[in-house]
């Protein structure tokens, strides 16, 4: 039996399925009875069309896995963005697994259908139920974990609601941007066959989109941040004045003018403890700490920035003090007052510490956006100060330390490039927080010791001690290190890695760190996820925990570099005068 082709109506939104063999008669039988409907595929609802079957049973999985426990506690609000987040991306998932099954194998029944959205029904909403209980208690175990108070009872209702509109915002706009493949496909298909159509429409809205993100989201946020972060770099922290001492950079006859400081600058040779705050806590007679900094726009260059900083020193006899301490900030330029501070009252002042100013982005922007600023202004002060400190003869040193943290142990690392350079480089350094980018952190760490946690590593041979709780480092026995890391053992600024995604951390399998959960399970792309949001909320939570080392300085340089006669008491004393 011959067939005639008639071909398929297109429309808008209509799928393009070619064209719709017809039976023919035979000779002398009547034409069958054919109706529009059967000859024209119906239109397809796309934005308002229902849920696939399967995207939703990964999105209420996702969902639900989105309330386990973390290395950090979570705002409901935050919370909230997450979970919905992450049904987004299950939702997403199941979606296109579902449309292959489809496409491989037989269509399931209506009643199959039926049955597996009657289960749904049933098992999703006692599911999520349960997890949002668990969640809650998990949620309560990590802030008594960590030393903070317990959520109120009826944030769970309000992460329910800010979860559900965002994951109805990510479906909606996903919709949309199936509706735009649609209507390319249509316009393509007037030229060429359905195939390539689909293929071309699909590349121009993947590619629009790609543009749009790019240059709406991603550039624009880099601008406003940039924008802001200068905004904010011009200005000056409440309580900061210029200093009357010439012993800071800004001050009386300083090569480095006060507005060309920048906001953090200001408020790092600001911060000084005062004459009678020193004397009073090691009971004799103190000096005037010397605190030098030059901003972006002290000079053009990274190289002439450091030339002025050791041209302050010169000028400020830094090189006569006991203690000379290099210190590359954050990307702002941000020093943590307690660093400084806790070197100041150890020497009694008989200090002089630099440091210079790569950027006015925030670190996450700066670590994203280019990593050569903090290395180039690493290289360039720590070379520039070493280069004169070497010059001095030996008896005559001041001892030399480095300090880093964050964005600024990475510059650090890469300005030595190896464990045995660091070690060799000073008189000490000390690293908080460290990238996992950081050259020596992740050979110190693959090269540990056997049997010694990742968290905690241990490396014979090497002068260089680890530790994720400050207290540890009281208690060291033998020679004393030269380098030391501090590393929360819930820092997500240290444990967050590209492949999270697809392999289980080794902090997470066998031995854990005390602060971390034994409720905290690791699941492919999810984990990556928690500790991703979990940098959103690293500097809010007590010293000790995520991202937030402030007073530890004290045990750190203690153990690198203490003064004569220094003690565990003084440590001790020094840390609940800096906590106050």
């Known amino acids: ?44 609802r796309i934005v308002r069309s229902g849920l696939s079957l399967t995207g939703a049973a990964f999105a209420a999985v996702f969902y639900c896995l989105s309330f386990t426990p973390s290395l950090l506690p979570r705002a409901w609000s935050l919370q909230g963005v997450v979970a919905g987040i992450t049904a987004a991306m299950g939702y997403a998932l199941g979606a296109a697994l579902g449309a292959l099954c489809r496409r491989g194998w037989r269509q399931p029944t209506a009643r199959t259908v039926r049955i597996a959205w009657s289960i749904l029904f049933a098992v999703v909403p006692l599911l999520v139920v349960i997890f949002l209980w ?13 030393g903070m108070p317990p959520a109120e009872e009826h944030d769970v209702v309000r992460t329910v609601g800010v979860s559900l509109l965002t994951f109805g915002l990510l479906l909606l706009i996903a919709r949309l941007l199936r509706l735009s493949t649609h209507g390319c496909a249509w316009l393509f298909r007037q030229f060429v066959p359905a195939p390539a159509a689909w293929c071309a429409g699909s590349v121009v809205v993947a590619l629009l989109a790609y543009g749009a993100v790019d240059s709406l989201l991603i550039t624009q946020m880099f601008s ?62 103190a000096l005037e700490p010397i605190r030098l900094y030059a901003g972006l726009s002290s000079a053009y260059t990274v190289e002439e920035r450091a030339d002025l900083v050791v041209r302050e020193m010169d000028r400020t006899g830094a090189f006569d003090r006991a203690v000379v301490a290099i210190i590359t900030p954050t990307g702002t330029g941000w020093v943590d007052s307690k660093v400084p501070r806790s070197l100041e009252y150890m020497y009694s002042g008989d200090t002089a510490l630099v440091s210079m100013q790569y950027s006015y982005l925030p670190s996450f922007f700066a670590f994203l956006g280019d ?15 070493r280069e004169r400190w070497a010059a001095m003869p030996v008896g005559e040193r001041p001892r030399l330390l480095l300090f880093g ?3 600024g142990t990475y510059g650090m690392e890469k300005t030595f490039g190896t464990p045995q350079s660091l070690v060799d480089g000073a008189d000490g350094a000390l690293l908080l927080g460290p990238t996992f980018a950081n050259p020596a952190h992740r050979a110190l760490t693959e090269g540990r010791a056997e049997g010694s946690p990742v968290w905690d590593p241990d490396y014979p041979g090497l002068a ?21 890391y501090l590393q929360n053992a819930t820092d997500p600024v240290v444990w967050w890695s590209w492949d999270l995604l697809w392999k289980q951390p080794e902090w997470l399998n066998g031995r854990r760190a005390p602060d971390v959960t034994p409720d905290m399970h690791w699941y492919p792309g999810i984990t990556f996820w928690q500790i991703s949001c979990d940098l959103v909320f690293s500097n809010k939570v007590p010293t000790g925990h995520g991202h937030v080392y402030k007073s530890e300085t004290v045990d750190g340089w203690a153990t690198i570099a203490p003064p004569p006669g220094w003690t565990t008491a003084d440590s001790l004393r020094l840390r609940a005068l800096l906590d106050d």
Not at 372 to 384: F, R, W
């Open 224 to 285: 406003m941040a940039d924008r802001s972060a200068a905004v904010v770099n011009s200005g000056t922290g409440d309580g900061v004045r210029v200093p009357q001492s010439p012993l800071r950079s800004g001050g009386p006859r300083s090569l480095v003018s006060w507005d060309s400081l920048g906001r953090q600058g200001r408020a790092f040779v600001a911060g000084v403890p005062t004459g009678e705050q020193l004397t009073a806590f090691a009971g004799r007679p």
């Open 405 to 407: 943290e964050s964005l």
């Open 371 to 385: 990593r050569s600023e903090v290395v180039d202004a690493a290289d360039a002060l720590i070379g520039a100060v």
């Open 464 to 484: 260089v001690e680890f530790a994720d709780d400050a207290a540890e480092l009281r208690t060291l026995t033998g020679t004393r290190p030269k380098v030391v």
């Open 1 to 44: 039996m011959r067939r005639q082709v008639v071909a398929s109506p297109t429309g808008w939104l209509a799928p393009f399925r070619g064209r719709i063999p017809v039976p023919r008669p035979s000779p002398g039988q009547a034409p069958p009875h054919t109706t529009e409907p059967s000859l024209t595929p119906a239109r397809r």
């Open 134 to 146: 668990l969640g809650t208690r998990w949620q309560r175990d990590l802030r008594i974990r960590l």
